[in-house]
T-cell receptor
Framework: AQSVAQPEDQVNVAEGNPLTVKCTYS??????LFWYVQYPNRGLQFLLK??????LVKGSYGFEAEFNKSQTSFHLKKPSALVSDSALYFC?????????????FGKGTRLSVIA | GAGVSQSPSNKVTEKGKDVELRCDPI?????LYWYRQSLGQGLEFLIY????????KSGLPSDRFSAERTGGSVSTLTIQRTQQEDSAVYLC????????????FGQGTRLTVV
């Protein structure tokens, strides 16, 4: 069965500084990886995904993520954080070799960007 | 509709009562997911539908929980004899059948058992 680990419950970063939200995964087949963001009192929004191709994936709101197969990681990054980036971030994985497996999420990381 | 629609948005029920939560996925999306998010917690997978069948029911916490999907569209999640620990936000998502497409989430149903 697939699983996702987000080792940090909380990440604090100053506005204008680069940010990284960490994610590692475990899956028996090919990993299909996703990042979602949840703003306060709002639903989950899709940010970006890695399926195949370039290891660096660019997504919404200036976010990007790097797929590293050897380290089984898919860390979310942004070169310059904004206060409005403060939210709850979820990493998710699905087994790309199976049509009958669900999308499994990590526990989430709360990002706080301080002005 | 344009997005995933869930109803009701809020539900307060007495302990021991049954509740039904509804999810209307995006038209044409064959995959449908139910998750539960407790206060300050992550997303707990409950059940996944591909069409009308549920290949993975492993996340249902107990036999009080059941879900069905008819016509490859609307899904209902039923919780029988609700308990206080069932209080959470129940989220529904849908995606196209292909594995590599992202899931789109509804706004959720906030269930409070008193």
């Amino acid at each position: 069965a697939q699983s996702v680990a987000q080792p940090e419950d909380q990440v604090n970063v100053a506005e204008g500084n680069p940010l990284t939200v960490k994610c590692t995964y475990s899956v028996s087949g090919n990993p299909y990886l996703f990042w979602y963001v949840q703003y306060p009192n709002r639903g989950l929004q899709f940010l970006l995904k890695y399926i195949t191709g370039d290891n660096l994936v660019k997504g919404s709101y200036g976010f990007e993520a790097e797929f590293n197969k050897s380290q089984t990681s898919f860390h979310l990054k942004k070169p310059s954080a904004l206060v409005s980036d403060s939210a709850l971030y979820f990493c998710a994985v699905r087994d790309g070799n199976s049509g009958n497996t669900p999308l499994v999420f990590g526990k989430g990381t709360r990002l706080s960007v301080i002005a | 509709g344009a997005g995933v629609s869930q109803s009701p948005s809020n539900k307060v029920t007495e302990k021991g009562k049954d509740v039904e939560l509804r999810c209307d996925p995006i038209s044409g999306h064959t995959a449908l997911y139910w998750y539960r998010q407790s206060l300050g917690q992550g997303l707990e997978f409950l059940i996944y539908f591909q069409g009308n069948s549920a290949p993975d029911k492993s996340g249902l916490p107990s036999d009080r929980f059941s879900a069905e999907r008819t016509g490859g569209s609307v899904s209902t999640l039923t919780i029988q004899r609700t308990q206080q620990e069932d209080s959470a936000v129940y989220l529904c998502a849908s995606s196209l059948t292909a594995l590599n497409t992202e899931a789109f989430f509804g706004q959720g149903t906030r269930l409070t058992v008193v």
